[in-house]
């Protein structure tokens, strides 16, 4: 069952406005196991509504179409239909009845456009809307099966789970869609896919959505019918075996929840000292409900002062290597965990740019280090990109660093 | 002149990814006059995408294209493009040196898949992409003038500037359109709405967008014609006397970057200590370029140890207020100052949850304090909401209070 979805509204072919409203429907639909092949966006003109609309129903049976259902000329949702289909509308009189009785209950008098919002087809079901005065509708033409609901977001939500998630589960006969979601870090997506070869021609090109995503890349394994969780188990077992202990977590998972169950399962508390992620590290960290139980602290150290004075870095390392070098991430990382008496210490430092490279450190050099009471790890890293995407990548390193420090060492 | 945009990719069509891409295209096109008609999301399906550019092409003469360029199979724009065209294509060389030169920069080896990135039609511009390794390209069949953009947004933005918008420029003769953009903070949507009243009466309720965006306000004032600019002077004017200094600034600026300015204008420095935003406001601080010019570091004093050691906060402070308390705050601004050597300090220190509430000290709490050599300001707020928007809202409230404190004291 192939499904698309209409938007309908000239403010959403600006530059403020997004919809929204498609996510909570392809939502219900991937529940359902109904595909959705397209989505789109029209304004409030009528010729190219009506053309849209002909245009999803060549390419799907079920259609549905939010907004543009309003009392104004501006809403045209149903003239469209209208045309498209070659059906004939009537007044339905129980419909303004409803919305007269909804003004006069805040004391107005309904305005005479609002009769526009009563115009039914002949077979409609009519979606009786609790959240505001615009009614859905329903209708099977031609064989398709065409859903309308109005583009408020409340409204539209309470509609969705009210009539169209009852719908499908009858139509469906119950939830159909499993999904597996495995996080991988530090690879590129390339990198991922050249690994996955051997995968592909053993399932016969079977799909497996790739995302790259924030530095990360999440593989999507989904599968239908009643077999779906088992499908999903092996296929989950073989790319454990493809990829070890670069997947870092799954579904709702990130490197920074990940690093968080880790520490909470070892007892061990950790601390960061860094300059060129100028807090983005100790932040993403803090953004973990809880982090307060193994998250000690940290330090921005800016300034080569501040790597001594705050981090405890030795000046000699500072002179002798310069402060972009595995020395001293190395000791901001010994230098942190004694300062916060943690477990485990985290160094970073390099140039996010766009100033301050130079020949042999040019702007995307990172040096990060990991230590502990007895030894340390470090990697040095190149991302010459933008200030915030080089921040981002450096500390999603550092998470993975501390995360393989903590997985291979117990 | 009537715009099309596509964005391709399977994962839009699910419930967890939007196409924002499109909100910067049309950004471009509503500045230089040309109507979006639709847009659409179809996913890695080479026929849906060919049917899609086909009437794309037939309810429009501009057509814009963004994502399905990658290296791998799944990325189908090219062939789309061959079959809805019926046009050749062959191997670029230069391209793949390109891409072979970037890997190889890293130290990687180029993957054979992305080769596929080298495809270019007979006749096409291509655009080279300095944010990544798929390039665009720039096609004019058949009367129709076709954009094609990689998906990622940081490449895709850096494109537009690069290519699109001249292309406008040039095409269409300049900007039809003037656009600015004011920027409140510390004031809610519907405060800023009621204090608009007068200026909606004055002005026959001509449209002004208010757009609430992550705890701050903008006011979009556009105007179109010859006297566009002279219409825009006049309204920003009336809009600076109602809302004075709770407009923090304009169009691309944000609050980090204004209080970066006001800094070095003042040959000014800042280090800050904070508690619940975990980091947040010393990274909002370092997305700035130059920052360290005016940024010295800060420390993330997550317990009550390193508030006294770290920020050298007075530990009867601490006994007799608590940590979360004006008093800390306010110690964590001056200790901090005199740790770092800076001209301002600023403290923060509050309860982010979903832990820690009590009840003279709720979830939401935030004391915010800054301080210079000889004085200091406090607020005290609330946020009672989610994690990460009690971070944001609490880094705005600091990143304003050190505004308010830099413009009002000199």
């Not at 809403?75 to 129980?94: C, H």
Request: glycine share 10%; hydrophobic share 40%.
């Amino acid at each position: 069952m192939k499904a698309s979805i209409i938007a309908v509204g000239s403010e959403m072919l600006g530059p403020t406005r997004l919809d929204t409203n498609s996510l909570k429907i392809t939502a219900a639909f991937e529940d359902f196991g109904v595909t959705v092949v397209r989505k789109s966006v029209v304004g409030d003109v009528l010729r190219d509504l009506v053309d849209e609309i002909r245009y999803c129903l060549d390419h799907s049976d079920l259609l549905v179409i939010t907004g543009g259902l309003g009392p104004t000329e501006d809403d045209m949702t149903r003239d469209a239909l209208v045309e498209a289909f070659g059906l004939q509308m009537e007044i339905d009189q129980s419909i303004v009845d409803r919305i007269e009785a909804r003004f006069k209950a805040r004391g107005w008098k309904m305005p005479e456009v609002n009769k526009r919002q009563a115009n039914v087809f002949r077979g409609q079901t009519t979606l009786r809307n609790e959240r505001g005065t615009a009614p859905g509708f329903f209708l099977a033409a031609k064989g398709k099966d065409i859903w309308v609901f109005p583009g408020v977001p409340h409204e539209l939500e309470w509609m969705i789970e009210t009539y169209l998630v009852p719908w499908l589960q009858q139509k469906r006969g119950g939830r159909a869609r499993q999904r597996r979601v495995l996080k991988i870090a530090g690879m590129t997506e390339s990198g991922v896919e050249e690994k996955l070869k051997p995968y592909y021609d053993a399932h016969n090109h079977e799909p497996l959505t790739i995302l790259a995503t924030s530095g990360t890349i999440e593989l999507h394994l989904i599968a239908d019918g009643s077999d779906a969780q088992s499908v999903i188990a092996g296929r989950e077992k073989e790319l454990v075996t493809i990829f070890g202990d670069k997947i870092y977590g799954y579904d709702g998972d990130s490197l920074e929840s990940v690093i968080g169950r880790l520490l909470l399962e070892h007892q061990a508390t950790v601390s960061v000292a860094e300059s060129c992620t100028g807090g983005l590290l100790a932040s993403r960290i803090t953004d973990v409900p809880g982090s307060s139980g193994y998250f000690m602290g940290g330090a921005v150290t800016y300034t080569a002062d501040s790597k001594m004075f705050i981090a405890g870095v030795d000046p000699a390392l500072i002179q002798q290597f310069g402060e972009v070098s595995e020395q001293v991430a190395v000791d901001l990382a010994k230098g942190v965990r004694r300062r916060f008496h943690t477990t485990y210490g985290i160094g970073v430092t390099g140039i996010a740019g766009p100033g301050g490279g130079t020949e042999p450190k040019p702007v995307g050099t990172v040096h990060i280090a990991v230590a502990d009471s007895d030894r340390y790890e470090h990697r040095k890293l190149f991302w010459p990109t933008t200030r915030s995407l080089f921040k981002w990548f450096a500390t999603n390193s550092a998470l993975d660093l501390l995360r393989l420090y903590l997985t291979r060492a117990h």
